[in-house]
């Protein structure tokens, strides 16, 4: 049996069309045709089984067969904050693994340390919406564009919020077991700092704030690495278990 492909259409309801990139693939990579069926998702938490209808050059028409809702795989909005690796090519493979682990968005951080200033949100997008289709996930991560640490600690963040850090001097408490005390439906904000860890004014400033000082284990380690154990540990804490 021919395997169901997945699509991004964010406004599934309102066109009867794939988006000119979804469009190129479907018939010139997977050489879709009239009739075929494929499945939809708008990235705000539905599928939709859909059927093509024409299949031109450069133009795929569909209709709609059926509306999926899907059920919420964790419980509460998972918020990841980082500072941006030198390579970017870090930062890549992270977003696409943290996508199909399951988070709801990405924020990106200049840091006193920071070696990378600049983030190029348009190509991380195609990263996060092919890790989405590939994972089958129906909410898509937002992703938002870079500012300062001043700039996002201005920026109201309700629910739990951690800043991560590796400083002996400066009292901090485990991420995990925090998370697994807390209730599961709360938000959840976590800072990760660049390669060489936020300053300590910075984390002085997030406490501040209101965010808590929090490890992430006895290992030191790399930045995209701990924005990935991160994620890993507030999915694992808040994941909606499945009924058999």
């Not at 499945?39 to 938490?45: A, F, K, N, V």
């Not at 951080?109 to 919406?129: G, H």
């Not at 500012?147 to 850090?165: C, M, Q, R, S, W």
């Not at 930045?223 to 278990?241: F, G, P």
Request: net charge negative; aromatic share 8%; charged share 30%.
């Amino acid at each position: 049996m021919k395997e169901i492909r997945f699509f991004y259409v964010p406004d599934v309801n309102t066109t009867n069309e794939l988006p000119e990139e979804e469009a190129m693939h479907a018939l010139r990579v997977l050489r879709l045709k009239s009739g075929d069926e494929m499945m939809l998702t708008d990235g705000e938490g539905n599928f939709y089984k859909a059927e093509i209808t024409i299949a031109a050059t450069r133009k795929c028409m569909f209709r709609l067969l059926e509306t999926l809702p899907q059920k919420a795989l964790w419980q509460g909005h998972l918020h990841l904050v980082v500072s941006p690796t030198k390579m970017m090519e870090r930062m890549e493979w992270m977003i696409e693994k943290a996508t199909e682990i399951g988070f709801d968005r990405i924020s990106f951080i200049n840091c006193d340390n920071s070696e990378r200033r600049v983030v190029k949100t348009r190509r991380l997008e195609k990263i996060v919406v092919a890790a989405m289709k590939q994972s089958r996930k129906a909410w898509k991560p937002v992703v938002d564009e870079i500012v300062t640490f001043d700039e996002f600690l201005n920026h109201p963040n309700d629910g739990l919020k951690y800043i991560a850090h590796c400083y002996d001097e400066i009292p901090k408490s485990d991420f995990f077991d925090n998370l697994v005390a807390a209730d599961k439906n709360a938000n959840v904000t976590i800072m990760i700092g660049p390669e060489g860890d936020f300053s300590v004014s910075e984390v002085e400033k997030a406490m501040a704030a209101g965010y808590e000082s929090v490890s992430l284990g006895e290992s030191r380690l790399r930045t995209e690495t701990a924005a990935l154990a991160s994620v890993m540990m507030a999915n694992l804490c808040k994941r909606v278990k499945v009924e058999s």
